[in-house]
């Protein structure tokens, strides 16, 4: 999107929707579709293994496959995702992280493949590719959880990735810093620019002192990197946080990195709005709280975003379909051709009311900045846990504000009167759902691709990337020999676990302060050692999130409340098999076991835990789930054993607690 100076009409942002789910085959029949809407980029979204850097028949995977995303697990499903789709004429933006390098390296060698079949000259393509990797790892120890490595092995791929994209893919955004994924997890507009801004420094930091980048070349660098940001409904804070955002930017990469070209300083990002405020409550709602994000990050030209996808009004209720997504592409069409928003300047400048909040965010701002280099930077601000703690205790502070009725959520909190809504009438299908059938296929599929490939050329390249991993060599070129040897997501990210090792995240839970001083937590607390009392115990509770889905703030969340009613708490983080989670539970006597799962799996893991609980002969502990999960599928749950089912209307979390301990009396048999 360009920056005229006269008073031309701006172009529109890039137009995105977040998309992919089932199979390569599927997914690339999606976009296809949205491309003919008139999308004007791709936004893929891959799910969960490979996400995490598993194969659909690893252990972990089960239940996860094409759940939130397209499962992409070598160069033949990267080649069926984009069939048809010239790369060198695309837009993509791919939220992938720890195996960012690898999906690029697919991704890339696919290109190539294009040009090669056109008679084109590789390298004239690869210079015309445009797109973005997610490959913000910082915030994935801090929020989404699809971190593999430890930061150290993690920081090092980034710098290696972006290293040889500035050499050999000039356009491709090889970072997009994602301060998006923080607001999630409870930060304010002052630690979301701050916590962002010190990833963005560890990273640029990293890759000047790798010795790969010339110093004349980092205004190159620097104008590759991009941001993908949050917008919440707080319309003027969060449009002056954009404000105060590109200021910083500006300020940082002027005075720190050297970058005297104005253009390559630009805050280059993009958007999706806030899905953390989507309800499941009235999500007819959702649709008004959309627009109104999307105008945050638009309305204000010297702060506009570059590239925009919003989600759809019934995400809080499982996945999109295809409809819906539309109705979201059509929103951001309305407001770039029908609107006079794109003829003119700035409409902001000069006012003092918003310049007074973008000081406000920027001074906080550059503090927390100051305080997180002292701590060592972000790495360090990562390790020490503080930056978690300091997300954990954020959300607790909304979501006692949501409680307390100080923070008003129309249609949760306050108005809750509804009529029924015809979007979702009974015998409409208000959400898509995944056919089962899809993981057992991509199971048989990957079998199938390891019996048709030459595997002496796959355990050379596996070889030779694990003995270059040993060196401080770059090892993207190591990795596109994988990809195009036919090496799977999961031998790719093997071999890398066996040099780098795995790394389990701080929780951020223990550092949370308590939540003193609440009537209603004191009542709760009471009864809590009332029951210990009578039971001659304490009363302990797991919280535990099977699977492969990493977001945490929900079981961050019931872990910081139970702390408080008086449970003593065991919290053993993400990504964790049913069978951990039994052993655990049996091993610390815990009276009832919580589990938490966002991404579409409770059907297939949850039962898993209840059954092995009875194979332990632990069988009389109740078992409580937490997530988005519609009606039908609670049902089921119950039937299977599930003593309670909650999902994101039920957000008063002491009176969660009250019911837990409710349920513990019930099954020890006191009144």
């Given at each position: 999107m360009p920056y005229p100076s006269d008073h031309e009409r701006d172009r529109p942002w890039v137009m995105r929707t977040y998309a992919g789910h089932s199979s390569a085959a599927a997914s690339n029949e999606l976009y296809r579709r949205n491309l003919a809407k008139g999308q004007t980029g791709l936004s893929v979204a891959f799910d969960l293994p490979t996400q995490t850097g598993y194969d659909?028949?690893?252990?972990?995977?089960?239940g996860e496959v094409g759940k939130v995303?397209?499962?992409?697990?070598?160069?033949?499903?990267?080649?069926?995702?984009?069939?048809?789709?010239?790369l060198a004429e695309a837009n993509t933006s791919m939220t992938i992280n720890a195996p960012a390098m690898w999906l690029l390296a697919l991704y890339v060698s696919v290109a190539r493949e294009q040009a090669e079949a056109e008679g084109r000259d590789v390298d004239e393509v690869l210079a015309k590719l445009t797109g973005t990797t997610?490959?913000?790892i910082i915030k994935e120890y801090?929020?989404?959880?699809?971190?593999?490595?430890?930061?150290?092995?993690?920081?090092?791929?980034?710098?290696?990735?972006?290293?040889?994209?500035?050499?050999?893919?000039?356009?491709?955004?090889?970072?997009?810093?994602?301060?998006?994924?923080?607001?999630?997890?409870?930060?304010?507009?002052?630690?979301?620019?701050?916590?962002?801004?010190?990833?963005?420094?560890?990273?640029?930091?990293?890759?000047?002192?790798?010795?790969?980048?010339?110093?004349?070349?980092?205004?190159?660098?620097?104008?590759?990197?991009?941001?993908?940001?949050?917008?919440?409904?707080?319309?003027?804070?969060?449009?002056?946080?954009?404000?105060?955002?590109?200021?910083?930017?500006?300020?940082?990469?002027?005075?720190?990195y050297g970058v005297t070209d104005p253009k390559a300083r630009r805050l280059r990002y993009g958007v999706q709005v806030n899905s953390l405020g989507l309800t499941e409550a009235q999500p007819e709602n959702n649709v008004q709280r959309i627009v109104l994000e999307m105008l945050a990050v638009s309305l204000s030209r010297g702060a506009r975003a570059r590239a925009i996808q919003l989600p759809a009004w019934n995400e809080a209720l499982g996945l999109p379909r295809p409809w819906d997504q539309q109705w979201a592409l059509r929103?951001?069409?309305?407001?770039?051709?029908?609107?006079?928003?794109?003829?003119?300047?700035?409409?902001?400048?000069?006012?003092?009311?918003?310049?007074?909040?973008?000081?406000?965010?920027?001074?906080?701002?550059?503090?927390?900045?100051?305080?997180?280099?002292?701590?060592?930077?972000?790495?360090?601000?990562?390790?020490?846990?503080?930056?978690?703690?300091?997300?954990?205790?954020?959300?607790?502070?909304?979501?006692?504000?949501?409680?307390?009725?100080?923070?008003?959520?129309?249609?949760?909190?306050?108005?809750?009167?509804?009529?029924?809504?015809?979007?979702?009438?009974?015998?409409?299908?208000?959400?898509?759902?995944?056919?089962?059938?899809?993981?057992?296929?991509?199971?048989?599929?990957?079998?199938?691709?390891r019996t048709g490939r030459d595997n002496d050329a796959v355990e050379r390249s596996l070889a030779a990337l694990k003995e270059r991993a040993r060196t401080t060599e770059n090892l993207f070129e190591a990795t596109v020999d994988c990809a195009r040897a036919g090496v799977t997501t999961g031998e790719w990210s093997g071999a890398l676990r066996e040099v780098f090792g795995e790394y389990r995240?701080?929780?951020?839970?223990?550092?949370?302060?308590?939540?003193?001083?609440?009537?209603?937590?004191?009542?709760?607390?009471?009864?809590?050692?009332?029951?210990?009392?009578?039971?001659?115990?304490?009363?302990?509770?797991?919280?535990?999130?099977?699977?492969?889905d990493g977001h945490s703030n929900g079981a961050e969340q019931v872990a910081v409340r139970a702390r408080d009613v008086g449970f003593e708490v065991v919290y053993q983080g993400i990504r964790l098999t049913p069978e951990q989670i039994?052993?655990?539970?049996?091993?610390?006597?815990?009276?009832?076991?919580?589990?938490?799962?966002?991404?579409?799996?409770?059907?297939?893991?949850?039962?898993?835990?209840?059954?092995?609980?009875?194979?332990?002969?632990?069988?009389?502990?109740?078992?409580?789930?937490?997530?988005?999960?519609?009606?039908?599928?609670?049902?089921?749950?119950?039937?299977?054993?599930?003593?309670?089912?909650?999902?994101?209307?039920?957000?008063?979390?002491?009176?969660?607690?009250?019911?837990?301990?409710?349920?513990?009396?019930?099954?020890?048999?006191?009144?």
């Open positions: 659909p028949d690893h252990q972990l995977s089960r995303g397209v499962p992409v697990s070598h160069i033949g499903d990267m080649r069926r995702l984009f069939d048809g789709i010239p997610q490959n913000d801090l929020s989404r959880g699809t971190y593999i490595f430890p930061p150290g092995p993690s920081l090092r791929l980034i710098t290696d990735m972006i290293a040889w994209t500035v050499h050999h893919v000039p356009k491709w955004n090889p970072i997009n810093i994602c301060s998006y994924h923080l607001q999630e997890a409870g930060a304010t507009p002052t630690q979301e620019v701050a916590y962002a801004l010190c990833t963005a420094i560890a990273v640029l930091d990293a890759v000047r002192d790798s010795g790969q980048v010339d110093q004349a070349d980092m205004a190159k660098v620097v104008a590759r990197i991009s941001f993908f940001v949050n917008a919440g409904v707080r319309f003027v804070e969060e449009m002056s946080k954009m404000r105060a955002f590109t200021a910083l930017w500006d300020e940082i990469t002027r005075d720190r929103m951001q069409q309305v407001l770039a051709f029908e609107t006079d928003l794109l003829e003119y300047e700035d409409i902001f400048d000069g006012s003092h009311v918003i310049q007074a909040k973008v000081d406000e965010i920027m001074t906080g701002a550059r503090e927390e900045i100051a305080r997180v280099q002292d701590l060592g930077g972000a790495v360090a601000a990562v390790e020490s846990g503080y930056m978690k703690s300091q997300l954990v205790t954020s959300l607790a502070e909304y979501r006692r504000g949501m409680e307390n009725g100080e923070r008003i959520l129309v249609g949760v909190n306050k108005f809750e009167t509804t009529e029924p809504s015809p979007l979702q009438a009974e015998g409409a299908k208000a959400i898509e759902t995944i056919d089962p059938a899809v993981e057992k296929a991509a199971v048989t599929a990957i079998e199938e691709w995240a701080p929780t951020g839970v223990s550092a949370a302060p308590g939540g003193s001083g609440d009537p209603g937590i004191e009542r709760v607390r009471e009864r809590v050692r009332a029951t210990e009392a009578e039971l001659g115990e304490r009363l302990r509770i797991l919280v535990g999130k099977p699977g492969l039994v052993a655990a539970a049996v091993q610390e006597g815990v009276h009832v076991v919580g589990l938490s799962v966002l991404s579409g799996s409770h059907l297939e893991v949850v039962p898993n835990v209840v059954d092995g609980l009875r194979a332990a002969g632990a069988g009389d502990v109740p078992v409580i789930v937490g997530g988005i999960i519609p009606p039908d599928d609670a049902a089921l749950l119950t039937e299977r054993g599930i003593a309670r089912v909650f999902t994101p209307k039920d957000y008063e979390l002491t009176d969660i607690m009250a019911g837990i301990v409710d349920l513990v009396r019930e099954r020890n048999g006191l009144s």
